[in-house]
T-cell receptor, first 112, second 114 residues
Framework: SQKIEQNSEALNIQEGKTATLTCNYT??????LQWYRQDPGRGPVFLLL?????KEKRKERLKVTFDTTLKQSLFHITASQPADSATYLC???????????FGQGTTLQVKP | NAGVTQTPKFQVLKTGQSMTLQCAQD?????MYWYRQDPGMGLRLIYY???????DKGEVPNGYNVSRLNKREFSLRLESAAPSQTSVYFC?????????????FGDGTRLSIL
């Protein structure tokens, strides 16, 4: 089955450092990976989409990579701020069903 | 600029009661979705509607029904609530159904079944 695996342990970093979150997937490489942010008590908010052939995508302080050899996507936040504290969800599409498969998310805590 | 609106935000039910969760979007999106989110698990798709007039089962449809009332509205009904349906329910929409389509989420309905 096609799965998404994210580190369930919270990531704690100091303000100003770069946060790196990992997303591993199984089976076929998805054509796309999406990343969402979710704050407590709120719905997920779309951040970035990366295509299989893009390798890297940037948006302001965010950077996402896509490594089909390692079957892994990395999500980086540079110059992190306490306001970046949230849970980040990695999402892939299922080639079988055409539906999105969500990881359980990794919680990031940025300390001042 | 409401986006996706869900009502109610909180609800407590007794086992066996029924209720309908409402969802409306104002982005003129074609596709709409219902998910549930449980602790330690990713969002799981209950039902979706690729376009007005169509609905299909997702990963966990048992115990639920849906209605795509019009292009804006997509409701989720629990006919006979069970404690296993205690969860946070999210409605989402996208321009159309596709793996490269960002989904826009509401802020959820927190449902407890006693």
């Amino acid at each position: 089955s096609q799965k998404i695996e994210q580190n369930s342990e919270a990531l704690n970093i100091q303000e100003g450092k770069t946060a790196t979150l990992t997303c591993n997937y199984t089976n076929y490489s998805p054509a796309y990976l999406q990343w969402y942010r979710q704050d407590p008590g709120r719905g997920p908010v779309f951040l970035l989409l990366i295509r299989e052939n893009e390798k890297e995508k940037r948006k302001e302080r965010l950077k996402v990579t896509f490594d089909t050899t390692l079957k892994q996507s990395l999500f980086h936040i540079t110059a992190s701020q306490p306001a970046d504290s949230a849970t980040y969800l990695c999402v892939r599409g299922s080639s079988n069903t055409g539906k999105l498969i969500f990881g359980q998310g990794t919680t990031l805590q940025v300390k001042p | 600029n409401a986006g996706v609106t869900q009502t109610p935000k909180f609800q407590v039910l007794k086992t066996g009661q029924s209720m309908t969760l409402q969802c409306a979007q104002d982005m003129n999106h074609n596709s709409m979705y219902w998910y549930r989110q449980d602790p330690g698990m990713g969002l799981r798709l209950i039902y979706y509607s690729a376009s007005e007039g169509t609905t299909d089962k997702g990963e966990v449809p048992n115990g639920y029904n849906v209605s795509r009332l019009n292009k804006r509205e997509f409701s989720l009904r629990l006919e006979s609530a069970a404690p296993s349906q205690t969860s946070v329910y999210f409605c989402a929409s996208s321009d159309y159904r596709g793996l490269n389509q960002p989904q826009h989420f509401g802020d959820g309905t927190r449902l407890s079944i006693l």
